[in-house]
């Protein structure tokens, strides 16, 4: 996974790729890596770096989906039990098995709930991982000390999956580096070549040298997510547009709000959404909001009124009120909802995914989400091979180990999310005075991990590394900011950059996680915070 000599195999090789997939999310990663391991040359490009948008920010679960359930989308939730029970044989070091309580406050509501999640517990058949059950009311206060407990009558609980979305996002492109793909960050797809009016390749421009590449494929995949439009209009300016861009914002605060294991769900707020409160990384995890929006970007920005409608709503089912003031970080990503539609609400839309080839044989998959990621993969790359004639090989990423699988799940020791890779990293450790110690007091990762991730996970900037490689930017964003100076030097000694760029990661990366912080944590921060 060495960068330059990758950039040197685009620039020399002329062989052509058997598959170009652009897009380095979840859906991209999750369909190079189901190429690749059936054999076929492979190559993904990402614009800028692998999960960097939808794919990082996520609510972490991997889950059949209790909403689909009460929109009595039966298909779905089945196909994605099915996924989420691969997804925690194939990954046990990133996703485990999380608690959920719905507390019933109405007298229907326990009976209810209980009804629907003994069919959850059906349709999970042989991969169910946990049985569902009634509690009294102190038995839901035992799970979940600071609920509400006025009015209270009991709850229900269940089980579904909890992960790490863009650590799972860094292992599956080290897999498809495995199965003898390759993978890029920071080269961006510009245009598209042409063989008798049908796409032959792309066009590509490395975005750090600004160097450019025609790179020629059977079958070129648009798996770019709420871009899809965006590259689509590449091929063709006249295409209409397939997909509604949905935000959704989440909040982070401490786990004082919540302290108990189990996970919260309110499965209908008074507006008719679903409201998560999901410990992760010691921290809490409040969401979400759906709020269509008219484009897409890179950094999507979270409005106050999303903020204070999470603020208001999770206050009203815990004894704690989270304030502003209390918002660690606050983080926003965009959802590619397939079917546009002019005034409708994408609560509606469908989070099912489609795959298409428009008429110059671009094959674009979009919709979806993490937990069926594997099965859009395999779909696509079905589809794509008929669509580029190229020799029909089976899917073998239902048994697929992903990088870092350990046979014993790891989930709560230092360096655990890297699985087998954890005792590179405390060897790493030893390579030099102080790469054991943690670089904030509020969280626990070390410069063992920056240097990991430039040599072995292909971080290229401060970003990557406090963003995607660590959870640093998404658990506390001030303490992040805080970090940063150290981190962009550690970097700068791995890759022998100079000092102009050390001071211009720092300011760039302070001004990104700005849109993480709530004023009350802005108005508070000086030049002194970064030591």
Not at 242 to 260: A, D, L, N, T, W
Request: charge should be positive; charged fraction near 25%.
């Amino acid at each position: 996974m060495n960068r330059p000599s990758i950039l040197d195999t685009l620039r020399h090789d002329r062989n052509e790729w058997d598959i170009i997939v652009i897009g380095g999310g979840a859906t991209g990663l999750g369909t190079a890596l189901d190429a690749a391991s059936r054999g076929y040359k492979t190559l993904l490009l990402e614009q800028h770096d692998f999960a960097k948008g939808t794919s990082s920010r996520s609510t972490k679960l991997i889950h059949g989906g209790v909403r689909y359930l009460r929109q009595g989308n039966i298909s779905l939730v089945l196909e994605a039990l099915k996924e989420r029970g691969l997804l925690l044989a194939n990954a046990s070091h990133l996703v485990k098995k999380q608690k959920f309580i719905i507390p019933g406050y109405r007298w229907w509501e326990k009976p209810f709930y209980g009804a629907g999640m003994k069919i959850y517990d059906i349709l999970s058949g042989s991969m169910g991982i946990g049985k569902s059950g009634l509690l009294s009311a102190n038995q839901t206060l035992d799970e979940i000390p600071t609920l509400e407990p006025h009015h209270l009558n009991g709850g229900v609980c269940y089980f579904d999956g909890q992960f790490d979305d863009s650590r799972l996002a860094v292992n599956l492109m080290q897999s498809v580096f495995e199965q003898g793909g390759t993978a890029l960050n920071y080269v961006k797809v510009t245009g598209f070549l042409r063989k008798n009016g049908t796409i032959n390749g792309v066009e590509a421009e490395d975005a750090e040298t600004g160097e450019k590449f025609q790179l020629r494929a059977g079958t070129v995949i648009n798996a770019t997510g709420v871009f899809t439009d965006h590259v689509r209009r590449l091929d063709n300016a006249e295409n209409l547009p397939v997909i509604q861009v949905s935000q959704g914002v989440h909040i982070v605060v401490s786990r004082k709000f919540q302290p108990g294991k189990s996970a919260l769900i309110i499965p209908k707020t008074d507006d008719g959404r679903v409201l998560f409160a999901v410990p992760w990384h010691d921290r809490l995890i409040i969401g979400t909001t759906d709020t269509p929006v008219d484009s897409a970007v890179l950094e999507p920005k979270a409005r106050q009124d999303e903020l204070d409608y999470l603020l208001t709503h999770i206050s009203g089912y815990l004894t704690g009120k989270p304030a502003e003031s209390d918002v660690k970080s606050v983080f926003t990503g965009l959802r590619p909802l397939v079917g546009r539609k002019v005034q409708v609400s994408t609560k509606k839309l469908s989070r099912d995914h489609s795959i298409f080839t428009d008429p110059g044989g671009l094959v674009t998959v979009t919709g979806g989400k993490w937990t069926t990621y594997r099965k859009m993969a395999e779909e696509t790359v079905d589809h794509a091979a008929r669509n580029g004639s190229l020799e029909n090989r089976p899917c073998v990423t239902k048994k697929l180990k992903i990088h870092g699988w350990t046979e014993s799940a790891d989930t709560d020791s230092l360096y655990s999310i890297y699985g087998s890779d954890k005792k590179f990293l405390l060897n790493l450790e030893k390579e030099q005075k102080g790469w054991n110690l943690p670089m904030h007091p509020a969280l626990p990762y070390r410069p063992a991990e920056v240097i990991w991730a430039v040599r072995r996970e292909m971080a290229r900037t401060v970003e990557d590394v406090l963003s995607r490689r660590t959870r640093a930017l998404f658990l506390d964003a001030e303490s992040s900011i805080k970090m940063a100076e150290q981190v962009a030097k550690l970097i700068a000694v791995e890759r022998n950059l100079d000092d102009e760029w050390v001071k211009s990661q720092v300011s760039g990366y302070r001004k990104l996680a700005g849109n993480y912080l709530t004023s009350s944590y802005k108005d508070g921060l000086t030049d002194s915070d970064f030591g």
